[in-house]
């Protein structure tokens, strides 16, 4: 049995409420986060008059608790939820399409609804690479330019990148280093690989956390 840590200050603790391996740690519970915490569904299912349902709509691992009560459903939320897709199959209707563009689980039943795609949604899409080199001529080629898993196509389409974007791409780094020109300084500080330039390039990290508290 988990007991909470007596160090930890309960009040500023309610985002962790969120955090799967946090639950057993709290003290003071934010219901509105644990609603999203994918380690939290026993305590969620105790205390269901507490949940919100709009959150809980985005949970993964929920499910089970949605479909007993499909009139509290967020269909907006449930649209983006990646282990829904057998809830979704089966309401077409409650689709929200342009959100559910952006699903990485869901390239099966968009192939099957190819007319209610959002492509410049599915531009961000890591799943969706095979149908977005298909169709490039629908790509929205700021949003692919945050896409990790559009490199390559991206390498093939340098004039069209939005080097801000990229700039936070995390699978980026490479190009970014060959066109150091284009980089947006403020959005590479936001890119959560950029510890391995620090680790090489001092002056690059100077640069970076100058843009750090530019934008703090």
């Not at 160090?7 to 309610?14: E, P």
């Not at 199959?89 to 192939?111: F, V």
């Not at 500080?189 to 990290?205: G, T």
Request: aromatic share 10%; proline share 5%; net charge positive.
């Amino acid at each position: 049995m988990f007991k909470p840590l007596n160090w930890i200050d309960s009040n500023k603790f309610s985002y962790s409420s969120a955090n799967p391996k946090t639950v057993h740690l709290l003290r003071k519970i934010d219901w509105r986060h644990l609603s999203v915490n994918s380690g939290a569904i026993k305590l969620l299912e105790s205390n269901q008059d507490k949940i919100e349902w709009n959150l809980l709509s985005l949970n993964p691992a929920a499910l089970s608790l949605l479909q007993k009560n499909p009139h509290k459903i967020n269909w907006f939320f449930l649209s983006k939820n990646p282990a829904a897709l057998y809830l979704l199959e089966r309401n077409p209707e409650k689709i929200n399409w342009s959100i559910l563009s952006g699903n990485p689980a869901a390239l099966p039943l968009l192939e099957r609804n190819m007319k209610k795609i959002d492509w410049s949604n599915l531009s961000s899409n890591p799943a969706a690479l095979h149908l977005l080199e298909k169709h490039q001529e629908k790509i929205d080629w700021s949003n692919l330019s945050l896409n990790p898993a559009g490199i390559r196509l991206l390498e093939r389409n340098l004039d069209k990148i939005n080097w801000s974007n990229l700039s936070s791409n995390s699978a980026a780094l490479h190009l970014l280093e060959k066109h150091q020109e284009k980089i947006d300084w403020n959005m590479l500080a936001l890119n959560p690989s950029i510890v391995k330039w620090c680790d090489v390039w001092d002056f690059w990290c100077f640069k970076i956390e100058w843009s750090k508290q530019k934008i703090s």
